[in-house]
């Protein structure tokens, strides 16, 4: 007598369907939004962000549902703004690699304590990436008050999100007081701006971009270190060094014009 068992194999397909169910459709949301943005389709690729973000809090479209998906909407806008600000195929294609990978895998190592500070970092170098860029093409950026506040509410909110996930109390006035260090220097170097291109224009940097990532790096470490009683002298020092690389790379890289 035969005896067919299909259970395991029912089970062992929908396991294999459940892993690379997320796989595709992070790899057609970020093609599509390639596609789009790529074309000088803006509005459309941004449409496409808040219907793909949102798309969990549907049945129950809330404040509170939109907050939580916050850091993820951050993420899509600054990634549509990139690919529609960088003039190279191969630049835009590279960004939205990196939007799929996020879309992948970035709430997972959000959630771990030793990925998250990384995660924040990441996120954070991308909105600083997508606003100077922005504010540094001509008659695309918006005025200078608009870039300000959309970064305070932008690091504001990445960092609070991170700290609240962490159980940090102190997470509102931690995240407040890093967004408006973040703004006050940005207020000075967009009377500045540098912009960094590499040969061909296949990879643009703003300088406000890199500096305010690097102390976002000092800062995140230093709270990171402090919460695992690690802080020394030698972690301090590591800190040191990167400002006084961050103070050269300012002065003898901006043409010291104008006033403020």
Same mark, same amino acid.
């Given at each position: 007598m035969a005896v067919t068992i299909t259970a395991p194999v029912a089970s062992t397909s929908r396991g294999l369907a459940g892993r690379l169910l997320p796989l595709i459709s992070s790899v057609i949301v970020a093609g599509l939004v390639w596609a789009l943005a790529s074309h000088g389709l803006v509005v459309p690729a941004l449409? +496409?962000?808040?219907?793909?973000?949102?798309?969990?809090?549907?049945?129950?479209?809330?404040?509170?549902? +939109?907050?939580?998906?916050?850091?993820?909407? +951050?993420?899509?806008?600054?990634?549509?703004?990139?690919?529609?600000?960088?003039?190279?195929?191969?630049?835009?294609?590279?960004?939205? %690699?990196?939007?799929?990978?996020?879309?992948?895998?970035?709430?997972?190592?959000?959630?771990?304590?030793?990925?998250?500070?990384?995660?924040?970092?990441? +996120?954070?170098?991308?909105?600083?990436?997508?606003?100077?860029?922005?504010?540094?093409?001509?008659?695309?950026?918006?005025?200078?008050? %608009?870039?300000?506040?959309?970064?305070?509410?932008?690091?504001?909110?990445?960092?609070?999100?991170?700290?609240?996930?962490?159980?940090?109390?102190?997470?509102? %006035?931690?995240?407040?007081t890093w967004a408006l260090v973040a703004t006050e220097?940005?207020?000075?170097?967009?009377?500045?701006? %540098?912009?960094?291109?590499?040969?061909g224009n296949y990879v643009i940097v703003p300088q406000p971009a890199i500096v305010l990532t690097a102390l976002a790096y000092c800062f995140g470490s230093i709270y990171a270190a402090q919460r695992q009683g690690t802080l020394n002298r030698a972690r301090l020092t590591e800190y040191l060094l990167i400002s006084l690389i961050l103070i050269w790379i300012v002065i003898a890289g901006t043409p010291w014009r104008g006033t403020l």
């Open positions: 449409l +496409v962000v808040l219907v793909v973000e949102l798309w969990p809090a549907r049945r129950r479209l809330s404040a509170a549902a +939109v907050w939580a998906q916050a850091t993820r909407l +951050v993420v899509g806008l600054s990634i549509v703004a990139m690919i529609a600000l960088l003039p190279k195929a191969l630049s835009q294609l590279a960004v939205a %690699v990196l939007y799929a990978a996020w879309r992948l895998w970035g709430n997972r190592l959000a959630a771990t304590a030793e990925a998250g500070l990384i995660t924040l970092l990441a +996120v954070q170098a991308v909105v600083f990436e997508a606003l100077f860029l922005l504010a540094a093409t001509p008659h695309a950026g918006p005025p200078r008050p %608009v870039t300000l506040v959309l970064l305070w509410v932008a690091v504001y909110v990445t960092t609070y999100q991170l700290l609240a996930a962490r159980q940090e109390r102190a997470a509102g %006035v931690l995240a407040a220097a940005a207020w000075v170097f967009l009377t500045w701006l %540098v912009t960094y291109i590499s040969p």
